[in-house]
């Protein structure tokens, strides 16, 4: 009977042990909160209507339906990107936050009155994937008297002293910006700078003719090349765009400093836990495949990718790698 009853207990005490010790594994699954619990902001650093707000409302889209939860695109311009950037690096790393952007120039070039110290660098950031590779193309007034890149250099020398020159880009640190003084530099001209908060201002004033070069990403000036009001100069790609076939790469023209790479990715805020990359990588690998997406893509010249937080990850390095000399020897930083 007492045998009988210590091998009773010795079983119920058994039982309990593996029930404590299943609890205990179980737990910090248990723990995971939900993702997402609520709506997901999308922060583009630029004011609305350029190309990177406009994929960026497209992969929203589609990533709303996969997450099952609202994803909503929020402009929040300014320095080149750098505002929008540094206020997703100050979020809270839950992933209900987010940044669609091309870090490697305003990480490196950003915020120039904050005598070269930018306010966030890649280390504030969870690369989540690299979503779109996007051309970038070099326009003119059509009252400029070049029809590419190299006679545009010959026109402003012939203009020094005479005409001053105008050039616009989407703020100090973007790629335009950058892409330009290496462009003066090598071409020995001279040209000044009028920033703006956006790629829709900017493609206004070229239009208007009040400012006389500029670019940014292809979609936002090719309507406007396509009606005769901008005249396409060169694109800062490796190679010819499909969208563009007559307009010749930087590096063809004998500017080859100038070739810059221009993409945007999703980031969040260092600190967002695995598995919520993890599963935004997913959903936004998933959207880059989505047939209707990639042809709104195809219109605006933007190739889509969907590529792994960890290939976005050196994407970046390299970038800035580059990037980083180039804005030293310019001295776009105010020391």
């Given amino acids: 009977m007492t045998d009988d009853l210590t091998l009773s207990t010795r079983r119920r005490v058994l039982a309990l042990s593996a029930l404590a010790a299943f609890l205990a594994l179980s737990a910090p699954v248990a723990a995971q909160p939900a993702y997402p619990t609520r709506t ?9 209507g350029g190309t990177t707000d406009l994929v960026a409302r497209l992969f929203a ?11 909503i695109v929020e402009n929040m311009g300014g320095a080149g990107g750098s505002v929008g950037a540094d206020a997703v690096a100050k979020a809270e790393p839950d992933g209900h936050t987010l940044l669609f952007h091309n870090l490697t120039f305003s990480s490196t070039t950003a915020s120039l009155q904050f005598a070269g110290r930018a306010r966030h660098d890649l280390a504030d950031f969870a690369p989540i994937s690299l979503a779109v590779n996007v051309p970038m193309l070099v326009v003119a007034n059509p009252s400029v008297p070049a029809r590419d890149l190299k006679e545009f250099a010959a026109f402003a020398k012939e203009s020094a002293g005479k005409t001053p020159l105008f050039y616009g880009s989407t703020g100090p640190g973007s790629i335009m ?5 290496v462009f003066k530099r090598d071409a020995g001209i001279a040209m000044e700078h009028v920033p703006f908060r956006g ?3 900017l493609v206004q004033e070229l239009v208007a003719g009040r400012i006389q070069f500029g670019g940014d990403q292809l979609s936002t000036a090719l309507p406007h090349v396509q009606s005769g009001a901008l005249k396409p100069l060169a694109t800062l790609a490796e190679r010819r765009t499909t969208a563009l076939p007559e307009v010749p790469t930087v590096r063809e023209l004998g500017f080859p400093n100038m070739e ?4 945007n990715g999703f980031f969040a805020p260092a600190k967002t836990p695995e ?11 998933k959207a880059a495949q989505h047939p209707e997406l990639r042809r709104r893509l195809a219109e605006v010249g933007a190739e889509p990718v969907g590529s792994s937080p960890a290939e976005l990850r050196e994407i970046v390095r390299e970038q800035i790698d580059r990037v980083r000399p180039l804005v030293s020897e310019l001295k776009l ?3």
């Fill in 199 to 201: 790629a829709a201002p």
């Fill in 177 to 181: 910006n950058l892409a330009t003084e």
């Fill in 275 to 285: 598995p919520i990359v993890a599963r935004l990588h997913q959903e936004i690998a």
């Fill in 40 to 48: 997901i902001r999308v922060i583009v650093p630029f004011p609305a």
């Fill in 61 to 71: 889209q589609r990533l709303g339906e996969g997450l099952g939860q609202s994803v």
């Fill in 260 to 263: 810059l790479r221009g993409w």
């Fill in 333 to 335: 930083i105010v020391q």
